[in-house]
């Protein structure tokens, strides 16, 4: 019931909150079902998983931040009593009804704020701004193409590649957490701050085989509540010392009145393994349920402006930056706004936060820094352009030329270039390329990679990379011209008629690729036979690794 019908729910949910994003309805919703039930099953179900995937991974960043305790109410993953599959066979059947009840509430009612209610205000006041135009399929190749390889370049690594996102996210959430409590008077209960002698106490466990506290399997701890807070006697001895910074909130800012530890400090908080803390003592405020219930209501309205600005802004940027820049109204796919927009945000989010780090240093240091960028700037734009450009142009329009053509056009067809699907392929191509040289034996190219890699912008070696780049362009651009040259310039001055000098431009590529991939094959099996060989001479006939009564250094004669 937790792996198939919860995330199947939550699927469907999802689809029917989000509707109005990509203009849909009920009748299509079950057209689409009663045609293919079990991919839309599939579907539903593979939507909800991630959902709750994110969800159980944002939970857990939440435990992070605020006081243990406060998410009573919500399972721990951390928690080493934790035995679903005891749970699973003990819990009576009820328990298990009751849980996956208060689960689904909690769930379907984040669903909610997160996407129906942003979505209402979008329509209330941007009438014109919904639908999305998520029509991947395009009857021009260099559409299809390209939408295919920003799924697979942009939105999944995106989706895989989580340590920036998860850092921001955290930062934003501590942010978040800290103006709350301070604002609502409730800083010892959500971050823990209450001194040991004036903290409620946790309450004690019950005496004479008292049932211990379970811990659900599903999200929802269904325990009667959180802990009591019992009021603790006076103290008879001084208090002790105050307990050790929180190494979270040492990374506050100055706001809060703590100093940045940098990126590893953070990433090493958040990758770090939780020890697990059930409870917290913390001191209440006067009129503590009224300040819950506005915390209560505070978070809502906080996710509900945190989705719809999520789900208009980088659009809406997109949408304005892309059509200034194409300069036509026609419709483009969303992939490409969105994208477009959430890179010049993080963009101008970036140039911001490192303004308000070198403004206090002084107009020096600022010039200095400056002029420091400056030069990586200058350093990524010229390598930018060969690796992103150049190199996947002509690798693109190589592999056009041995794989496509052969095989897609015919012989009394003429093939129409596209710019953008070669350098899309290409892109493609080269990553593969990369991937494979770094998992594969020493080369001088591996060594270029390394070296790149190694030495990061600030330290990178331009010249060095240039010339070891410029043997890779020379390759590809003579893998290009030279058989174009021996069709088209060679052929003619023979006297070869032009058809023929066409069906040989044709096939030459392919020729000549596979000829290179044999006579490669070949060579390497040969050293590779050659290798074996002498290991197995040596292995055999050879005593000893060092030749005896033989001085280099006394001539032979």
Known sequence: MEIGVFPLICGWWLHICS???????????????????????????????????????????????????????????????FHPVQEMITIPFYRHVRRFTVSTVILGT???????????????????????????????????????ILLLQVVLPALLEQKHTRRVLHKALRTWTYVVAWILGLQSYLLGKASPHNAAAPPAPAAGGGQAADHDEGFVDDNEGPPPPQAAPAPVNPPPPPPPPDPIALDAGPFFGGGPLGVAHVDQVLDHEEVFVEWEPYQRPTVFPLRVLLLILTLCASVVAFSFLFLTMPVYTGRRLLRIALGTDAPIHELYTCACGLYVMWLITKVAWL?????????????????????ISFKIVVLCGVLLG????????????????????????????????????????????????????????????????????????????????????????????????????????????????????????????????????LLHGAGKV???????????????????????RRSVF
């Open 19 to 81: 509707l109005s994003l990509f203009g849909d309805n009920f009748k299509r919703m079950r057209s689409d079902f009663l045609e293919s039930p079990g991919a839309s099953v599939f579907l539903h179900w593979l939507g909800g998983m991630v959902f709750l995937f994110y969800y159980a991974s944002f939970i857990m960043m939440a435990r992070r931040v605020v006081r243990p305790g406060v998410l009573w109410f919500l399972r721990n993953l951390n928690d080493p009593d």
């Open 110 to 148: 984040s669903i909610l704020l997160l996407f129906w209610v942003p979505l209402q205000m979008v329509v209330f006041f941007m009438p014109t701004f919904l639908p999305y135009k998520l029509t991947v399929f395009s009857e021009a190749p260099v559409s299809e193409l390209s939408h295919e």
């Open 355 to 375: 303004l308000a780090m070198w403004l206090p240093l002084g107009w020096v240091a600022v010039k200095k820094t400056v002029h420091s960028w400056l030069l």
């Open 390 to 521: 150049l190199i996947p142009l002509l690798l693109g329009s190589l592999f056009d030329l041995v794989v496509v053509v052969p095989f897609r056009v015919t012989a009394d067809q003429t093939p129409i270039p596209y710019p953008i699907q070669f350098w899309a392929l290409g892109i493609l191509h080269s990553k593969i390329i990369w991937t494979l040289t770094l998992m594969g034996p020493e080369s001088w190219l591996k060594t270029v990679i390394e070296t790149m890699m190694r030495g990061g912008l600030a330290g990178l070696d331009l010249s060095f990379v240039m010339r070891r780049l410029a043997v890779v362009v020379l390759v590809l651009w003579s893998a290009l011209a030279v058989p174009y040259i021996c069709a088209f310039g060679f052929l003619p001055v023979v006297g070869v008629p032009l058809k023929t000098q066409i069906i040989v431009w044709r096939f030459v590529y392919p020729t000549v690729a596979a000829v290179c991939v044999g006579a490669f094959s």
């Open 530 to 552: 050659q290798k074996v060989y002498h290991k197995i001479k040596n292995d055999r006939y050879l005593i000893g690794l060092q030749l005896v009564n033989y001085d280099p």
